[in-house]
Nanobody
Framework: QVQLVESGGGLVQAGGSLTLTCVAS????????MGWFRQAPGKERVFVAA????????DYVDSVQGRFTISGNAVKKTVFLQMNDLKVEDTAVYFC????????????????WGQGTQVVVYS
């Protein structure tokens, strides 16, 4: 059974930085990618970033391109999201996904998620 545990969220002033961490366990042998999604209050969960363990693909939503960096450790099954130059509109609960390229097309209830980690950016 896949388990995803996110951490690293917090309260930060606009322009600041945070690094989120996701530790995965129980991943199936065919797991090839990990990613991050976010859900702002009253909005749907949306794709933020994803990467393949091989390093062959890294993708970002346009709004975070150049500010966020996804990385991971395939041996430790850990994925990170370095977030720089944070903006108020980045405020959301951030979730880790072990199937980001399919989960991006939803519905969310079909996929495994952790409890999420809250990021609040204030001006």
């Amino acid at each position: 059974q896949v388990q995803l545990v996110e951490s690293g969220g917090g309260l930060v002033q606009a322009g600041g930085s945070l690094t989120l961490t996701c530790v995965a366990s129980g991943l199936p042998s065919n797991n090839y990618a990990m990613g991050w999604f976010r859900q702002a209050p009253g909005k749907e969960r949306v794709f933020v970033a994803a990467m393949t363990w091989s390093g062959g693909a890294v993708d970002y939503v346009d709004s975070v391109q150049g500010r966020f960096t996804i990385s991971g450790n395939a041996v430790k099954k850990t994925v990170f999201l370095q977030m720089n130059d944070l903006k108020v509109e980045d405020t959301a609960v951030y979730f880790c996904s072990d199937n980001p390229y399919y989960a991006a097309y939803g519905p969310p209830e079909k996929y495994t998620w952790g409890q999420g980690t809250q990021v609040v950016v204030y001006s």
